[in-house]
């Protein structure tokens, strides 16, 4: 087996033990913060599919730009959305 | 060994080429990460405004179809990813057959899908059908969501699936150490990947537990 297989071998095993560390926080009594933490877990997994599967760690600055600007745009588009409708009950 | 690919305008060298076509690839794939953003941003915007009906609803949703689920996605990403490292490595063979198994994968995975859409409509959940009977109006807009979310992830997911056959099929594909057909299957591959993997909460972890 070479470092490389060993290495993606590894990386799932990660990703399904992030599967699980989210399906059990689901079920905790977090309140408040029990989507923060699925989404903080989600995005533990998206990080280790964009860097190991597909490659990022190996991709020059070109690909990773083009990769991160999608992701900063549909954070912006997010971040403004919930912006809009956190403060729609304050008074104007 | 590998035969030499053909270069096509504007490119002169074939490490340019590949540069443009791995480029292409991820810019495509924003514009899909886009499209998928405006399902995230209705479910944000329906969680928002109904915290209490949006975690009702979702505690419907047949948890452990989705979990099993996203176990079977992650574990067709991999399948992908080793079929790059094996393309890379000078192992045709195991590339096809890393290839073939993200298909099966992808086949187990619809049909998961499938049984759990099928308990869904005899559940009356499914609106707009005959036998619907979706309670409020908050449910109804949650599963049109959820059948919008999943309904477009499996389109993409089925031609993903297409992809990877392509992919694999073609032996100067699977012969090419620089994995270019290959590699941007499977960057295809793990989008759809991505996507599920956010769905997953959205959808199914909301309510779990409740």
């Known amino acids: 087996?070479?470092?490389?297989?060993?290495?993606?071998?590894?990386?799932?095993?990660?990703?399904?033990?992030?599967?699980?560390?989210?399906?059990?926080?689901?079920?905790?009594?977090?309140?408040?913060?029990k989507p923060w933490i699925g989404y903080v877990l989600a995005a533990?997994?998206?990080?280790?599919?964009?860097?190991?599967?597909?490659?990022m760690r190996g991709e020059g600055g070109?690909?990773?730009?083009?990769?991160?600007a999608a992701l900063l745009w549909i954070l912006f588009m997010l971040c403004l959305i919930g912006a809009d409708y956190l403060t729609r009950a304050m008074p104007g | 060994m590998a035969e030499q690919r053909a270069?096509?305008?504007?490119?002169?060298?074939?490490?340019?080429?590949?540069?443009?076509?791995?480029?292409?690839?991820?810019v495509f794939l924003g514009s899909e990460a886009m499209l998928f953003g405006g399902i995230f941003a209705v479910a944000m915007a329906l969680r928002l405004l109904h915290p209490q009906d949006y975690i009702a609803a979702s505690s419907q949703m047949k948890l452990w179809h989705g979990t099993l689920n996203t176990a079977v996605l992650l574990t067709s990403s991999?399948?992908?990813?080793?079929?790059?490292?094996?393309?890379?490595?000078?192992?045709?063979?195991?590339?096809g057959?890393?290839?073939?198994s993200a298909v099966a994968l992808g086949l187990l995975f619809l049909g998961i899908k499938g049984h759990e859409y099928w308990l869904e409509y005899r559940e009356g959940a499914i609106p707009g059908l005959a036998n619907a009977h979706v309670g409020s109006a908050f449910e109804q807009l949650f599963m049109n969501l959820y059948c919008a979310a999943t309904g477009l992830h499996?389109?993409?997911?089925?031609?993903?699936?297409v992809l990877l056959a392509i992919a694999a099929l073609k032996r100067s594909a699977r012969e090419d150490?620089?994995?270019?057909?290959?590699?941007?299957?499977?960057?295809?591959?793990?989008?759809?990947?991505?996507?599920?993997?956010?769905?997953?909460?959205?959808?199914?972890?909301?309510?779990?537990?409740?």
Request: aromatic content about 10%.
């Open chain 2, 154 to 161: 499996a389109l993409h997911l089925i031609g993903g699936m």
């Open chain 2, 7 to 26: 270069l096509h305008e504007p490119f002169h060298e074939a490490e340019r080429q590949e540069e443009a076509d791995r480029l292409g690839m991820l």
């Open chain 1, 44 to 55: 533990g997994k998206a990080g280790l599919i964009l860097w190991f599967f597909m490659d």
């Open chain 1, 62 to 68: 070109l690909m990773r730009l083009a990769t991160g």
């Open chain 2, 97 to 100: 057959r890393a290839l073939w």
């Open chain 1, 1 to 33: 087996m070479t470092a490389g297989v060993l290495r993606l071998l590894l990386v799932w095993l990660a990703l399904m033990l992030l599967l699980a560390a989210t399906l059990g926080a689901a079920f905790l009594p977090l309140g408040a913060a």
């Open chain 2, 78 to 95: 991999l399948m992908a990813a080793l079929a790059v490292e094996a393309a890379r490595g000078g192992s045709p063979r195991w590339a």
């Open chain 2, 177 to 210: 150490r620089q994995a270019v057909l290959i590699g941007n299957v499977a960057l295809y591959w793990h989008l759809v990947d991505l996507v599920w993997v956010f769905l997953y909460p959205t959808l199914y972890l909301a309510g779990a537990g409740q």
